[in-house]
């Protein structure tokens, strides 16, 4: 047991031996402190079990959640979801526990607790199952006849007048000393049986002696055993359905309706324990329960008066999932009333609940499973629609070149500009891997280029990081460059910050104000000079000074792209945008419509007149905030508030935001208490004036274009930004930075989109170069793979085995595995890795640079965005996809575009659903399938979607370069969503791909596997934990012909990947009593088979080679001359010659190139060294 294993096992027993006070920490007291269920006096849907194997578990039939103490302790007591943050809750369970995570655990004592627990709850269940055996017997023996008792009485005047010969009972008073509830009253029993008919339980309708109901507390007691143990009242016409109800009024009125056999389930908690069969018509009978999706989704009164139908439907989908035919008949009754069949028997008679039971509906249809019986949803389907003109990928040289003119097309058209008119704007969109970055700087290098470029280049990349990578290579190739570093990040000088004071730095860039005029250097009221006692020595300052003397290419983080040049006086020439940049141009904020009608000041004023005529616009402002609250908080669209106003007021009233801004009371050379003395009311002050004064701006521009549906200014009543949070009204702001067009602008991204660009640079072009990816890909197609899913344990142990096969079986560079940054990190927790104790960036680093199931890790986004660092990878494992929520994806365009976007709609369960609709599934040979995706109607932010997850999942994968792979990569997506560039080599299910039991057991053992019982028990001892199920896996299953035909697709030869060898042996081990010869798997060449296994499992006799597949053929010599090939990059390349490119090196000689290419393009592109 891992140390984890243990601090964690001595949590839970800690936790489990205080479950009464963890009980009543949470739910406060209990309705009795007695029995083996505690259930809470505040609200009794909340149950915790206190005796037996289960104490500990808990359940809240309202909001539909259980689980074990940490669950309790994490939803409870920490108000997480179900399963989140496992970190954090262990850690501080144990803090309430007072155990101390770095005191080692003393395991004799911990396996001690846990034996005497397991055998405390043992004796109790014995003593309780006899107990209950006991009063069912009892009760029996006292149990009359039901005709002409009280509780004939009880059901006839529920208009049950005939009564089955089985299954009721009435009961006299029992007296006080029987352990039942209200033992003095008389009762009508309903006996409990299991399958076999025995009664094991059931539930007492408390009388009076006139057969009334008595008026006592709570619901109809249970006695012994219900749950699962229906009542059973046998049919009255053979060969009948089964109808089922929930209580047991309602059932009998079913079964005098109908003659059919009949089951009450005593309660909905107990629908899904039921014993309901499979090959038999079911009709469920439930009570007419407030439907699920009446109140808002997680509100309390969802969870409180939608709970029956929420635990009917998880029953439904259960037993719909166990193949049950079932039908749902509906009581004619009000929605919501909670009313039953009985009650329309009394209402309507006998024909009226026969009538509801033959006009049952359907339920569910069973779902798809696979082999292994596990959901699967729908794959492929013929493709019968026209689709989109993807373009026409090419080999890599002749897409390469492509670029290349392309890009110098671009550098003519800007050296071209002659100030006058727009500035042009040129996207190159080509793909992944063929190094527009890199060609860009080269042919920035040349002097024809640089002779022409009048002022810096500055060289925009997504992070520092990668700024600095392309200044290394313009230091390779002797191109005159600086890079740019913000006043927070490190000099690689020194470790230290370029800003001697960073806080200060960051807090003042905060509040809007300049950081130069306020920390750096200032003049005062007499015209003197005010410096920082560090300007003289400022790294962050030296870097403008020391410039190199005429044009450079200066390489900068994205967000510089907005601010103005720090070195003065030096002209810029173009603008180089390296990877997106849409994004980083989006702007929100959120108001809360206190703040809105919160006082404004009319600031500092040089004249009575002036203070009197802001004075006005302030009165004016006011009154518009409070009606356009007003006018939110009714429901009504914002623009109703402004009848009257005019875009010029709107924009007056921006204005008027900004005059009671906080004026720093410092100059730059103050001391640190001076300034942080005067940072800290400025904070206060200053807080939302920026955001108050975008508000009233996107109001002008509303007003000014006639907007009528404004997007862009959202109303959130009882908005909560975390759930401890108090709700308040808000209001969420959304608007984009405009980039600077001032001089022509080169976009270099492989996903470039013109619904994206245009409202940036309205005015571009656009070149696009493909290439055809030297990978055979695998898409999963019939499971969705979801975050939630993945964030489940069952699926991460389904992924983490068919990775270990990835791993096996990849034989060129390792295997990176991708999915989402908290599904990874679900993985290295999983694997003992605490990541709670690291900050989000070092957690970050840890993961990046850590190996975990013998594969290199990363997720969607900027961690892995024109990184190289994989690209010797040669195989790449996608699990499921990023998908941003609905709310996510609208809020990007809001900020984009304001008004007019298709927005989705809620249900009528409050849910804002992506529709699923078909799209074209292209094949790598050519042919097109369709496939069900969620796409957002809206095709602005389906461009957004089509970024966020198709193109995210690309950008992820091409960290292998596939398109520059000198040998043949391989890539298995964990969806059904296509990616572009990424044409299906395969498209199959789950079961096709998944490794079977015996292929983990080969991975997990190195891929040396005896396949004898005691053999797989031992050498993997994960999947077969015990060699009696070894055993008899063993005896049911084929191993070596299962081994020898595994289900991942990955048996084939890959070129230049390797040869996935299998070799099937049988050897004696020297030592080792037996006069059979043990048979193992090898993944290995025959050849090497014996020295293997020696190595494996010592030393050996008898060995012999039954079987081998894939054979590795003998070393073949490369040509010392590659293959020449003229490419015309304006046509496409003979089949032939690609098929060429999967076996030789290629040289591209610039004299066999198309005459229309440009001999310095030619060599450029053709570079062995080009890359990204």
Not at 1129 to 1158: C, F, G, K, W
Request: charged share 25%; proline share 6%.
């Amino acid at each position: 047991m891992t140390d984890r294993a243990a601090f964690k096992d001595a949590v839970r027993e800690a936790l489990i031996d205080r479950a009464e006070a963890l009980f009543t920490l949470a739910w406060g007291d209990p309705v009795r402190q007695s029995g083996r269920e505690w259930r809470a006096r505040a609200d009794d849907a909340q149950s915790m079990q206190m005796q037996g194997a289960d104490r500990g578990k808990w359940f809240d039939h309202k909001a539909g959640v259980g689980g074990d103490v940490f669950h309790f302790y994490g939803v409870n007591i920490l108000g997480l979801e179900k399963g989140q943050d496992f970190a954090r809750v262990l850690n501080e369970a144990a803090n309430w526990c007072g155990i101390l995570r770095n005191q080692p655990v003393d395991l004799t004592a911990l396996h001690r607790t846990q034996k005497a627990r397991a055998e405390k709850a043992a004796e109790e269940e014995k003593r309780d199952s006899r107990q209950r055996a006991q009063l069912v017997a009892d009760l029996m023996a006292q149990a009359k006849p039901i005709k002409g008792t009280p509780a004939a009485a009880y059901l006839a005047a529920r208009g049950i007048t005939e009564l089955p010969a089985d299954g009721l009972a009435y009961l006299d008073p029992v007296g006080s000393g029987a352990s039942i509830m209200h033992p003095r009253f008389a009762a009508c029993v309903i006996w409990a049986k299991d399958e076999q008919g025995k009664i094991v339980g059931g539930q007492r309708i408390v009388l009076n002696k006139d057969g009334t109901r008595a008026d006592v507390d709570g619901p109809k007691p249970f006695f012994a055993a219900a749950a699962g143990c229906p009542a059973r009242f046998a049919a009255r016409i053979p060969d009948s359905p089964l109808c089922i109800a929930e209580g047991p009024e309602s059932a009998l009125s079913v079964w005098l309706a109908t003659g059919f056999e009949t089951w009450a389930v005593f309660g909905v908690s107990n629908w899904q324990s039921a014993p309901i069969p499979t090959g038999r018509k079911v009709i469920l009978c439930p009570d007419r329960d407030l439907p699920e999706g009446t109140h808002a989704p997680e509100s309390e009164k969802a969870k409180a008066k939608e709970a029956a139908a929420r635990a009917f439907n998880k029953a439904v989908a259960h037993h719909a999932s166990r193949n049950c035919d079932l039908w749902i008949a509906t009581a004619p009754e009000p929605v919501g009333s909670k009313r039953d069949l009985n009650d329309t028997l009394q209402r309507a008679g006998v024909q009226a609940v026969r009538a509801a039971v033959e006009a049952a509906e359907r339920g569910p249809e069973p779902p798809e499973r696979d082999r292994k019986g596990r959901f699967t949803g729908p794959s492929l389907q013929p493709f019968t629609g026209t689709a989109p003109d993807a373009g026409k990928p090419t080999d890599l040289s002749t897409a390469r070149m492509k670029t290349a003119a392309d890009i110098q097309s671009a550098l003519d058209a800007c050296a071209e500009w002659d100030g006058e008119g727009l500035a042009p704007v040129v996207a190159i969109k080509s793909d992944p891997g063929l190094g527009k970055s890199r060609i860009t700087r080269e042919l920035l290098q040349q002097a024809e280029n640089s002779g022409r470029i009048f002022g810096d280049v500055h060289f925009y990349a997504p992070s520092l990081k990668l700024a600095d990578e392309g200044a290394e290579h313009a230091e390779s190739i002797g191109l005159t460059h600086a890079v740019t570093r913000g006043r927070l990040a490190k000099n690689p000088a020194t470790g230290e910050t370029m800003c001697a004071r960073p806080e200060e730095a960051e807090r003042v860039a905060k509040l809007g104000q300049p950081v130069k005029a306020t920390l750096c250097i200032a003049e005062d009221d007499q015209g003197m000079e005010r410096k920082c006692p560090f300007y003289d020595m400022c790294e962050h300052r030296r870097q403008f000074i020391d410039l190199p003397e005429g044009n450079a290419v200066r390489f900068e983080a994205l967000p510089y792209l907005n601010l103005p040049d720090a070195a003065e006086g030096r002209a810029i020439g173009i603008r180089i945008i390296d990877e997106s940049f849409w994004r980083a141009m989006g702007r929100e904020a959120t108001i809360t419509l206190d703040a809105l009608l919160s006082p404004r000041s009319e600031g500092k004023c040089k004249s009575d007149t002036k203070r009197a005529e802001r004075t006005g616009v302030i009165a004016d402002l006011m009154a518009c905030a409070g009606n356009i609250a007003a006018t939110l908080r009714r429901g009504a669209p914002i623009m109703d508030a402004l009848d009257g106003y005019t875009a010029e007021d709107m924009r007056t009233f921006a204005k008027a935001e900004r005059w009671g801004e906080y004026r720093l009371p410092f100059f730059p050379d103050a001391d640190a208490n001076t300034i942080d003395s005067a940072l800290k009311p400025a904070e206060a002050h200053n807080r939302q004036a920026g955001a108050k004064a975008q508000f009233w701006a996107n109001l002008e521009a509303a007003l000014e274009t006639g907007v009528v549906d404004l997007q862009n200014i959202v109303f959130l009543p009882g908005y909560r930004p975390q759930k401890t949070s108090d709700p308040r009204d808000v209001v969420k702001v959304y608007w984009s930075a405009q980039p600077p067009r001032d001089v022509p602008v080169i976009l270099l991204d492989a996903d470039a989109d013109s619904t994206l660009i245009d409202p940036f640079y309205p005015s571009h072009e656009m070149h696009r170069a493909q290439v055809t990816p030297n990978a055979d890909v695998v898409y999963i197609t019939d499971r969705t793979f979801s975050k939630k899913s993945l964030l489940g344990k069952p699926a991460r142990d389904e992924w983490r085995n068919a990775l270990a096969v990835e791993v096996m079986n990849d034989h060129g560079g390792g295997v990176l595995a991708i999915a989402t940054r908290k599904v990874v990190a679900a993985f290295f927790t999983d694997a003992g890795h605490d990541l709670s104790t690291m900050t989000d960036e070092q957690a970050s680093a840890f993961m990046l640079a850590t190996p975990l199931h013998g594969a290199r890790w990363a997720w969607f986004g900027p961690a892995t965005l024109g990184s190289n660092i994989w690209k010797d990878c040669t195989t790449c494992v996608v699990m499921g996809r990023e998908e941003w929520p609905v709310d996510a994806l609208e809020s990007e365009a809001r900020k984009i575009w304001g008004h007019g976007l298709q927005l989705i709609e809620a249900d009528e369960r409050g849910n804002r659903i992506m529709p699923s609709v078909p799209m074209p599934f292209p094949m790598a040979d050519g042919t097109t399938y369709s496939v069900d995706v969620w796409a957002h109607p809206d095709p602005r932010v389906r461009a957004i979607q089509w970024q966020a997850r198709e193109c995210a999942t690309r950008q992820g994968v091409e960290r292998l370069r596939l398109a520059s792979a000198t040998v043949r990569k391989r890539v298995v997506i964990g969806s059904r969503v296509p990616i572009p560039g990424l044409p299906a080599t395969h498209a199959v299910t789950w079961q096709e791909y998944a490794p079977s039991r015996e292929e983990a057991a080969f991975a997990e053992a190195g891929g040396a596997l005896r396949i004898s019982g005691k053999g797989l028990a031992t050498d993997a001892p994960i999947t077969f934990q015990s060699q009696k199920a070894a055993q008899r896996y063993a005896e049911r299953t084929d191993l070596a012909e299962s081994l020898f035909d595994p289900h991942t697709l990955n048996n084939t030869y890959i070129n230049g990947v390797g040869v996935k060898c299998r070799v099937l042996v049988a050897f004696r081990i020297k030592g080792v009593r037996g006069s059979a010869k043990t048979r193992a798997v090898l993944a290995c060449d025959a050849r090497d088979a014996e020295r293997i296994a020696q190595e494996k499992w010592g030393e050996l006799t008898g060995f012999e080679v039954l079987r081998e597949v894939g054979q590795k053929p003998e070393r073949v010599e490369k040509p010392e001359q590659p293959v020449i090939v003229g490419i015309d990059y304006e046509h496409s390349v003979p089949r032939s010659l690609m098929s060429q490119r999967d076996q030789l090196p290629i040289t591209v000689v610039p004299s066999a190139i198309n005459s229309s290419v440009r001999p310095d393009l030619s060599a450029i592109a053709g570079r062995k060294g080009a890359g990204p």
